[in-house]
């Protein structure tokens, strides 16, 4: 039972580089979330999908752009990196209906 | 939206309780949790309440919940090295179901 999946699980870019995360959950959960996990600050949330085909923006949504491709895969876009996006990325899903959320083992992003 | 609080740092010795303090804003939740991060590690869930409850036990784990006082607990019994982990309280609020964390508790715990 694989849960979520992210993929990388690490990652160095140089300052203006693009990249995408992936995240893609097999327990057919309706809502997937991003969050960034930062020393101090805890766990804040970038971006959340109630449903296949909606995205809304979560409390720090500025630089990141994302795609909820079909059930199962949410993705997260980096179109220019930057060093204040150094931090370590989780994918989570499920917690509707008064659910536990699920996540993924995290991407260790470096910004340089 | 919700606000939840927790201290970043807490230190005991083995066989020791340890008693995890959180507090929240919104009290239109209908579970409250905690989840459990292990170095390198993703967060699992550890336990729950439900809000109608003001107490629930789990083998070495109690949680207490205080509606008045928007606070929540999670106490440990027997503390072993092997619940060094950080430990985040998360409350859906705003009457979303999406979880609020807090910052997270650093558990360290001596021999």
């Known amino acids: 039972n694989a849960g979520v999946t992210q993929t990388p699980k690490f990652q160095v870019l140089k300052t203006g580089q693009s990249m995408t995360l992936q995240c893609a959950q097999d327990m057919n959960h309706n809502s997937m979330y991003w969050y960034r996990q930062d020393p101090g600050m805890g766990l804040r949330l970038i971006y959340y999908?109630?449903?296949?085909?909606?995205?809304d923006k979560g409390e720090v949504p500025n630089g990141y752009n994302v795609s909820r491709l079909n059930k199962r895969e949410f993705s997260l876009r980096l179109e220019s990196a930057a060093p204040s996006q150094t931090s370590v990325y989780f994918c989570?899903?499920?917690?509707?209906?008064?659910?536990?959320?699920?996540f993924g083992q995290g991407t260790r992003l470096t910004v340089v | 939206g919700e606000d939840v609080e927790q201290s970043l740092f807490l230190s005991v010795r083995e066989g020791d309780s340890s008693v995890i303090n959180c507090t929240y804003t919104d009290s239109s939740s209908t579970y409250l949790y905690w989840y459990k991060q292990e170095p390198g590690a993703g967060l699992q869930l550890l336990t729950y309440?439900?809000?109608?409850?003001d107490m629930k036990q789990d083998q070495r784990l109690t949680v207490l919940l205080n509606k008045k006082d928007k606070h929540l607990s999670l106490r440990i019994a027997d503390t072993q090295t092997g619940d060094s982990a950080i430990y985040f309280c998360?409350?859906?609020?705003?009457?979303?179901?999406?979880?609020?964390f807090g910052r997270g508790t650093s558990l360290i715990v001596h021999p």
């Open positions: 998360a409350v859906p609020g705003g009457g979303s179901y999406i979880p609020t």
């Open positions: 309440i439900f809000s109608n409850m």
């Open positions: 989570a899903s499920g917690g509707e209906a008064n659910t536990e959320a699920f």
């Open positions: 999908s109630a449903s296949e085909g909606t995205t």
